[in-house]
Every structure is written in C-alpha cells, then in structure tokens.
C-alpha cells in the first residue's frame, strides 16, 4: 500500500515534521478550530466510534480528543469501548450496524477479524474511517495511523546506543494478530538485522499487559540473568517490567552501577515519569492529539466535498530524559 506521509496543517493543533522523522505540536488540545458548529458540514452527525480499549493511557486520550472536536462540531458521538479484544469488537460493530449511525470510526485490535463489519458497513453506505489498523479487505474513506515500522526501528537504534551494539535484548511484544504491534516488531528486527549483528533478541509474548510482562521478565532473567536492555512495545507494559526488575532485585536507577536500560513506546505521562526518575531511559512517543485532529479533518473533508487524504501516516519522536519535559510531548499536556 502507497501510504503518504502527510501531517495535518492547522498550526493550533496539529503536528509538523520535523527532521524527516520528529513531530512537534503547536498549541494545546484545540480543535482543527476552522469551522464552528454552525458552520460544519459535521453538524448533527451521528459518530459511532469503536474504540481499540480505554484500560490503556494513549487510547483514552485520543478517545477523549476525539469526543472534544466531535462536541465543537455539533457532532453526536457514541464510544464503544474494545476493550482491546476483537471479540468484543466484533460484537460492538453489530450493534453499530443496527443503528445505522452517518459515520463509523473503527480501531480494530484485529482488523482480520473485523473484515466481515466492514463489508456490511460498506455494503449499507456508512463512511468508515479507520484507526491504525486495516483489514485485508473492504473500503474505507480515510486510514490514520502511526508509522510504527519507524518507531521500531526508533527503538533498536535507541537499544543499540545504550548497549554499545552488543548484548541480549528482551523485547517485550503486544498482541500477536495487531498490527502495531507486528509493525513495531517488523521494523525492530530489520533494523537489527542490517545494523546491530551482536544484538540477541528474546521476545516475550505479553499480549500489551503488564502482569504478564512482569512474569515474562521474571522469568527470562531466570533463564538468562545477562540481559543488556529492554524494550517494550507500549509504556502500560514497562509497568510489568519494572515491578518484575523491582521484584529480583535488578531495578537501579539511570546512571546507578548496575543499571539495565529500558525503552517504552507511547510517550505516556507515566513513561514520562519513569524517565524523570531513571526507571526508564527512553520512549518511542507517538501523538494521539495528531492523530484525532487529523482523522476528524478527514470527515470534515469528506462530507464537505473537499478532497481526502486517503492515508495519513505519521512520524515518531524519540523521547529522552534531556527532551522529557518538552511541551511538545503529549503526555505532557494531560495530567497536569
């Protein structure tokens, strides 16, 4: 699939590349603000929004940005959450069928097993527009996602700076059958491969939850005590690594003798602190303020008759402790 790189352009919300690879964002938690209510062509639609799981940090807030602009558009919304399971998913795209709402948006925690929905939705004319992952079949009318890929290889390249190229590396992997989480494994190894040779990788199969990377991480210390660095593929599972690294006895602060670093993904207020305390090193930060804006620009777009940006695809920042406290960091703007 051709995806452009193409970031949103209004200047009091949206994000701007920077340096091919970094994103900053200009403004707080204000919508793409052009039109008011009166004025969009949004006004009085019904929103039918099936969430990919409100127990994880970064949903909640795109989840809460999104409901924010729909409400200054005149919108009605409905949130369905997932609960970051696809059988709950499928289910709620039933329901949302049966209402027959003028707009769904959809991020499936298995876009395989939601393509059946998405034929129905196409097949009664709702606009679909989808969230970070696609199915293999069916339309939509606008995909919006992170460029996982880049925030993987992001990530080993963050691993092999603090390891000095050399050394095991757990890798702690969401959900098999997601495809953040096969993205950010996909680029992980391949930036390995090419770059890093004396890199080991053991990956730990944590299905995004923190109890089970806190037994996983137990576990392979068990197996291996040697471990160089540990990344993990969102910041709600370095919840389970610290409590595991804690648990043995291997949980020392950045800069402390004995210290094992340790990478997140997300850029959560909660990485965020762990890397102001030095129980975590970096963060792979991706945007949900971005990320909403852009979609819900998309709807805008597409019921004005203006041209839509079939695919938006954006950029990861790396997030270390000299950059943490940025403005520019989403968790940053939340939880104040």
């Given at each position: 699939?051709?995806?452009?790189?193409?970031?949103?352009?209004n200047?009091?919300?949206?994000?701007?590349?920077?340096?091919?690879?970094?994103?900053?964002?200009?403004?707080?938690?204000?919508?793409?603000?052009?039109?008011?209510?009166?004025?969009?062509?949004?006004k009085?639609k019904?929103?039918?929004?099936?969430?990919?799981?409100?127990?994880?940090?970064?949903?909640?807030?795109?989840?809460?940005?999104?409901?924010?602009?729909?409400?200054?558009?005149?919108?009605?919304?409905?949130?369905?959450?997932?609960?970051?399971?696809?059988?709950?998913?499928?289910?709620?795209?039933?329901?949302?069928?049966?209402?027959?709402?003028d707009?769904?948006?959809?991020?499936?925690?298995?876009?395989?097993?939601?393509?059946?929905?998405?034929?129905?939705?196409?097949?009664?004319?709702?606009?679909?527009?989808?969230?970070?992952?696609?199915?293999?079949?069916?339309?939509?009318?606008?995909?919006?996602?992170?460029?996982?890929?880049?925030?993987?290889?992001?990530?080993?390249?963050?691993?092999?700076?603090?390891?000095?190229?050399?050394?095991?590396?757990?890798?702690?992997?969401?959900?098999?059958?997601s495809?953040?989480?096969?993205?950010?494994?996909?680029?992980?190894?391949?930036?390995?491969?090419?770059?890093y040779?004396?890199?080991?990788?053991e990956?730990?199969?944590?299905?995004?939850?923190?109890?089970?990377?806190?037994?996983?991480?137990?576990?392979?210390?068990?197996?291996?005590?040697?471990?160089a660095?540990?990344?993990?593929?969102?910041?709600?599972?370095i919840r389970?690594?610290?409590?595991?690294?804690?648990?043995?006895?291997?949980?020392?602060?950045?800069?402390?003798?004995?210290?094992?670093?340790?990478?997140?993904?997300?850029?959560?207020?909660?990485?965020?602190?762990?890397?102001?305390?030095?129980?975590?090193?970096?963060?792979?930060?991706?945007?949900?303020?971005?990320?909403?804006?852009?979609?819900?620009?998309?709807?805008?777009?597409?019921?004005?008759?203006?041209?839509?940006e079939?695919?938006?695809?954006?950029q990861?920042v790396?997030?270390?402790?000299?950059?943490?406290?940025?403005?520019?960091?989403?968790?940053?703007?939340?939880?104040?």
């Open positions: 699939m051709d995806t452009k790189t193409r970031m949103p352009m200047r009091r919300t949206l994000m701007q590349l920077a340096a091919g690879v970094a994103f900053m964002m200009t403004g707080a938690l204000a919508a793409p603000g052009a039109a008011r209510a009166e004025d969009s062509a949004l009085g019904n929103l039918a929004y099936i969430a990919f799981g409100l127990q994880y940090e970064y949903q909640v807030t795109l989840v809460d940005h999104v409901k924010k602009l729909a409400a200054e558009k005149g919108m009605n919304i409905s949130v369905y959450d997932g609960k970051g399971d696809p059988s709950t998913q499928t289910t709620q795209m039933l329901d949302v069928l049966s209402k027959q709402p707009i769904i948006l959809l991020n499936p925690v298995d876009a395989k097993l939601l393509q059946g929905g998405v034929r129905k939705a196409n097949e009664a004319g709702i606009p679909l527009f989808m969230l970070e992952n696609l199915p293999p079949e069916g339309e939509w009318v606008a995909y919006n996602t992170f460029d996982d890929v880049a925030g993987g290889r992001a990530a080993a390249d963050a691993v092999a700076k603090l390891t000095g190229g050399k050394g095991l590396v757990l890798e702690v992997r969401g959900a098999i059958g495809g953040q989480s096969e993205k950010r494994y996909q680029g992980f190894h391949e930036q390995m491969e090419a770059k040779p004396d890199i080991k990788i990956t730990l199969k944590a299905e995004w939850a923190a109890d089970t990377a806190q037994t996983l991480t137990v576990d392979a210390f068990t197996r291996d005590p040697n471990v660095a540990i990344w993990a593929h969102n910041d709600e599972m389970g690594v610290v409590s595991a690294l804690r648990q043995i006895d291997r949980l020392k602060l950045a800069g402390e003798e004995g210290h094992i670093p340790v990478i997140g993904f997300d850029g959560t207020p909660l990485g965020l602190q762990r890397i102001r305390e030095g129980t975590q090193t970096a963060d792979v930060g991706q945007n949900p303020f971005s990320m909403g804006s852009s979609i819900v620009e998309q709807m805008e777009n597409h019921f004005s008759g203006k041209p839509v079939k695919n938006t695809l954006i990861p790396m997030i270390w402790k000299e950059n943490v406290d940025s403005e520019e960091n989403w968790g940053n703007m939340v939880k104040g």
